[in-house]
């Protein structure tokens, strides 16, 4: 028999619909990946993992490249040290009047007044004009010189220019011809006075001591006789 208003039986629950399950389920996914493609897209907006707030303004100039040149030096270059000069040489004698005095006999060259007048040697005295000589260098020269004489200013001279032995020596107007150039050449003490014309020495005759002798060219042959000291 049947009762009326007696308990129901409780019904079973209801299935979950499968059509809203599923489109929970593609709204997940749709969610999902709009996140992925939103973090793609910002990362795609800043490279290198650099946000924008760190990316250069396009607009704004870019920045000067480092020059690979050293900066100049605001100090000046020291100049450089000039080279010095060197002294010009002296010449073996000074341009002063003297005495010339062969060696072997201790007395000087004298000659008398006038063109060609014969130098001989007489006792020295150096207030004496026609024994005392100036020894003047030619050109600049350091060992070549005309010796001329204080009284009337000649110089000393191989008489008519020979280049013979024996040649005297006299004195003669200047006029700058070899025969009166004379290269010195150190010889001991002294110098020898060399005739650029013959290349023959000064020397006392024969090497007399007695004043009077006369003064001539022969070859040159170191004896003392040929060795003369300039006394100034």
């Known amino acids: ?10 019904l079973p629950p209801k299935k979950p619909d499968p059509v809203l399950l599923g489109a929970a389920a593609f709204l997940v996914v749709a969610l999902i990946v709009g996140t992925i ?14 946000s924008n707030a ?3 303004d396009q607009n704004s100039a870019p920045a000067a490249e480092p020059s690979s040149a050293a900066p100049p030096s605001s100090a000046a270059p020291p100049s450089p040290t000039p080279s010095p000069t060197p002294a010009a040489a002296q010449p073996l004698l000074a341009a002063k009047p003297g005495l010339l005095r062969p060696s072997h006999s201790g007395l000087c060259m ?3 007044d006038g063109n060609g007048a014969g130098a001989v040697q007489q006792p020295c005295d150096g207030n004496n004009r026609t024994e005392l000589w100036v020894p003047q260098a030619l050109n600049g020269s350091q060992d070549t010189f005309t010796f001329v004489n204080t009284q009337d200013n000649r110089c000393l001279d191989v008489n008519g220019g020979s280049k ?9 107007d200047c ?7 004379w290269r010195l050449q150190r010889d001991g003490d002294g110098y020898r006075l060399v005739s650029l014309n013959s290349g023959r020495c000064i020397g006392i005759d024969a090497g007399r001591t007695d004043p009077g002798a ?12 040929q060795r003369w000291q300039f006394v100034s």
Do not use: K, L
Not at 1 to 10: A, E, F, L, R
């Open 110 to 112: 004298q000659a008398n």
């Open 1 to 10: 028999m049947t009762v009326y208003g007696g308990p129901q039986p409780s």
């Open 164 to 172: 013979d032995n024996g040649a005297q020596i006299v004195q003669w």
């Open 214 to 225: 006369p003064a001539r060219q022969w070859d040159c042959d170191g004896s003392p006789n």
């Open 37 to 50: 493609f939103a973090v793609q897209a910002f990362m795609t907006g800043a490279p290198n993992g650099t």
């Open 54 to 56: 760190e990316r250069p």
């Open 175 to 181: 006029h700058g011809g070899p025969n009166q150039q």
